[in-house]
């Protein structure tokens, strides 16, 4: 009867076509994106727990004491701005990947993305 | 994850302090103070109790108007820290209240939805409604927290150990609300064009709520005598310093503004509020009321 | 291009997770894109129904739960928006595509909260049937949405019993608050029921989904589950549903229902259900408010770069 709803888009059933993308152009500016690191006890290394947008790092370090560890003492924190950081590719053969494009949250853009085709 | 689990645990008992909340519920029991400790030798009971809301007042009434930003704040990493601060704030309310409702014969509830306006004991910068305007959100959270803070470090060796418990953990709270609330100030103040002007005129429109800040009443006086409270009086310089700290760096200028009068002497903690208070209470007690007689 | 095309074929047949810098097929990247942003839509729209409730809240304690359960959904939204932007859209750009209804969100969400009762169906009722969708995107192909939804998954489960406590309490409380669970159970219902969305068994997209590991259930098989669930759990509380068709089937070992309103979803989905143009107008409203302080926050931040680099 329908094709265009999934149940498993989470809080409910959304529509899975007919549904506008994006193409990462915001019309605003917006907040750079900050990757999250968290030691949780001594002992243990930083893992990677999260990301959040954040004006300057001290916001970012405010905000993931906040939102990954409500503000749990003890608890250690890094934010990376997550264009500073540079990483290997597992699949360095990927022709969309620009050679020096190796920053692994850089969140490509590279295609253009056509709106409202149906059934892809 | 096995997918059957979510539902399975629906049978088993439900515990309240269960710490698989993300971020807690600032429940009562962390307090780490006995609600029904006995009163310290020398102390008026209800002076006691009535101290305890002036400082559960605060909170309660400030947290609520805090949780008026949820789903309102400019940014969603800003409802996180909001909300924060709000639940810090009421988690802090619930023991005074729980403590002065002990002293009175009542209890959290009791006390914070069948009160009416003028016993409630509140300073009027809690009542007021930022309107939604986050510069008046900030500008009220730096006073507050600098004021708040100012009270919780001397009332850590309060003679009431309830007292001192709610400090003891408030001061890192407030410690953290403070700094929140610098940062945006310098954010603001020292950010556009715009934002300089709004957060100008939000302290421009707060600044006569302060000098409630420091106004000692009897209650407190006495107390101060049998090591229970803080002379807000004795406050001032410091949180006068911090202000002056913050606003000289966010290129903001301090108001010159006289305070809001005082009906014959008396202001919130003698239970005369602006009119505020009532439309939060309104709302605050308006389900409690409906349903005098019973459990939620 | 086939090279690559096969080893994400092959990594999601070992049921391996595809990670942000692998290649995949634009059609899988846009098809999550519209899964995770709508996902992450539903959980900052369906901060309001319950936000109705906070500054009502009839106990401090019940004050407490539900503000830490408003903010965990904004928590909920931004692990997602974290995880649609792996795939190389913007949460501003995505928040921009929400409140100009070019991407949608849950349908319940535009039902209005009525009584105090319904902040405990919604717990019930539509947390629980937002787990019964979600849970089995803990094993979703994609790493990031994956482990986003693991986190989510783990406070989901407790906001349904906090939910399901408070309506405990309220079945056990006054003849008013008995009456006010089982108007509101009568109202949630069969909305809940459609969360899940039409039978897809026959759809297209919903097998590719499955394919690809995006999708591991059909609609049908999640609403079966979370009928098969809540009957028991409704008998607990002393409270029926509103469909005469609700009967056990002894030769299925299940509960056969009747069928929700699809026109009713539909009109939901298209905008006018009973909350649409209110939900939009809120978020749009707090986001525009909001403009002047991340441009504020922006500013100051470039201006101390400056005086750090003279």
């Given at each position: 009867m329908s094709d265009g709803f999934t149940a498993e888009g989470g809080h409910g059933a959304v529509p899975t076509a007919g549904v506008e993308t994006g193409e990462g152009?915001?019309?605003?500016?917006?907040?750079?994106?900050?990757?999250?690191?968290?030691?949780?006890?001594?002992?243990?290394?930083?893992?990677?727990?999260g990301s959040l947008h954040a004006a300057d790092d001290e916001m970012a370090l405010h905000n993931a004491r906040d939102v990954y560890t409500r503000r749990n003492e003890g608890v250690s924190i890094w934010v990376v701005k997550a264009d500073d950081i540079r990483a290997s590719s597992p699949d360095e053969k990927d022709a969309f990947f620009d050679p020096a494009g190796d920053k692994v949250y850089r969140h490509p853009t590279f295609y253009a993305i056509p709106?409202?085709?149906?059934h892809l | 994850m096995n997918e059957q689990n979510a539902y399975q645990s629906l049978a088993e008992t439900t515990d309240h302090d269960d710490p698989r909340w993300a971020f807690g519920t600032g429940i009562v029991e962390e307090a780490g103070a006995e609600i029904t400790s006995p009163v310290p030798d020398g102390v008026d009971p209800a002076d006691l109790a009535a101290y305890c809301l002036m400082l559960g007042d605060d909170a309660l009434v400030y947290s609520h108007r805090l949780s008026e930003w949820v789903?309102?704040?400019?940014?969603?990493?800003?409802e996180v820290a909001l909300a924060n601060t709000a639940l810090d704030l009421l988690g802090q309310a619930r023991v005074l209240l729980a403590r002065a409702g002990h002293l009175t014969g009542g209890d959290e509830d009791s006390l914070a939805y069948r009160r009416t306006d003028a016993e409630f004991r509140?300073?009027?910068?809690?009542?007021?409604?930022?309107?939604?305007?986050?510069?008046?959100?900030?500008?009220?959270?730096?006073?507050?927290?600098s004021w708040r803070l100012a009270l919780l470090h001397r009332l850590l060796g309060s003679a009431?150990?309830?007292?001192?418990?709610?400090?003891?953990?408030?001061?890192?709270?407030?410690?953290?609300?403070?700094d929140y609330a610098a940062r945006w100030t310098l954010r603001l103040g020292d950010g556009t064009d715009e934002s300089h002007v709004r957060m100008q005129a939000a302290l421009d429109a707060l600044w006569p709520y302060v000098g409630e800040l420091f106004r000692t009443s009897d209650e407190e006086r006495r107390l101060v005598g049998a090591g229970v409270a803080v002379d807000p009086a004795q406050t001032r310089e410091e949180v006068d310093a911090v202000l002056d700290q913050v606003l000289a760096q966010a290129t903001l200028t301090r108001p010159d503004k006289p305070s809001i009068g005082t009906i014959g002497g008396r202001s919130g903690r003698q239970g005369v509020h602006t009119e505020h208070l009532g439309h939060a209470l309104a709302e605050m007690q308006s389900l409690a009321r409906q349903h005098p007689d019973t459990q939620w | 291009m086939d090279d690559m095309e096969a080893r994400f074929d092959a990594t999601i047949a070992a049921d391996q997770r595809i990670e942000p810098r692998d290649w995949m097929p634009e059609a899988y990247r846009r098809t999550l894109i519209r899964q995770i942003a709508q996902h992450a839509h539903s959980e900052i729209i369906g901060m309001q129904p319950e936000g109705n409730w906070i500054l009502r809240a009839p106990t401090l304690r019940r004050k407490a739960i539900l503000l830490a359960k408003v903010q965990d959904e904004a928590g909920h939204g931004m692990y997602l928006y974290a995880a649609a932007e792996?795939?190389?859209?913007?949460?501003?750009?995505?928040?921009?595509k929400l409140i100009e209804s070019k991407q949608k969100y849950s349908s319940i969400f535009n039902?209005?909260?009525?009584s105090y009762a319904d902040i405990g169906v919604i717990g019930w009722l539509v947390d629980g049937a937002a787990i019964c969708n979600q849970v089995p995107l803990c094993r979703c192909s994609y790493g990031p949405y994956a482990r986003a939804m693991i986190r989510i998954c783990k406070e989901e489960s407790f906001h349904q019993r906090q939910g399901y406590e408070l309506l405990l309490a309220m079945v056990n409380g006054t003849d008013a608050q008995r009456e006010m669970v089982q108007e509101s159970v009568n109202r949630w219902w069969w909305p809940s029921l459609m969360m899940f969305g039409p039978p897809d068994d026959d759809s297209p997209n919903s097998a590719q989904s499955m394919k690809w590991g995006i999708k591991r259930h059909t609609n049908d098989e999640l609403r079966q589950r979370f009928v098969d669930m809540s009957v028991p759990q409704a008998q607990a509380l002393g409270v029926t549903f509103p469909d005469p068709a609700l009967a056990w089937n002894p030769e299925r070992q299940s509960y056969d229902y009747g069928e929700p309103d699809w026109d009713e979803f539909k009109a939901v989905i298209a905008g006018s259900g009973p909350a649409n143009a209110q939900r939009v107008a809120h978020r749009r409203a707090a986001h525009e408010n909001g403009a002047w302080v991340r441009e504020a926050a922006q500013a100051y931040a470039d201006k101390q770069k400056a005086r750090v680099a003279a």
């Open positions: 152009k915001p019309k605003r500016r917006s907040w750079p994106l900050y990757e999250v690191f968290v030691r949780g006890k001594r002992g243990l290394n930083h893992v990677h727990v709106e409202d085709v149906p | 789903s309102n704040a400019p940014e969603l990493e800003e509140n300073v009027a910068l809690a009542e007021l409604s930022d309107g939604l305007d986050f510069a008046r959100c900030v500008g009220r959270m730096l006073i507050f927290s009431d150990p309830v007292i001192a418990a709610v400090a003891g953990k408030g001061v890192k709270e407030l410690t953290y609300h403070r | 792996t795939l190389g859209v913007d949460r501003e750009e995505l928040t921009e039902y209005p909260t009525l």
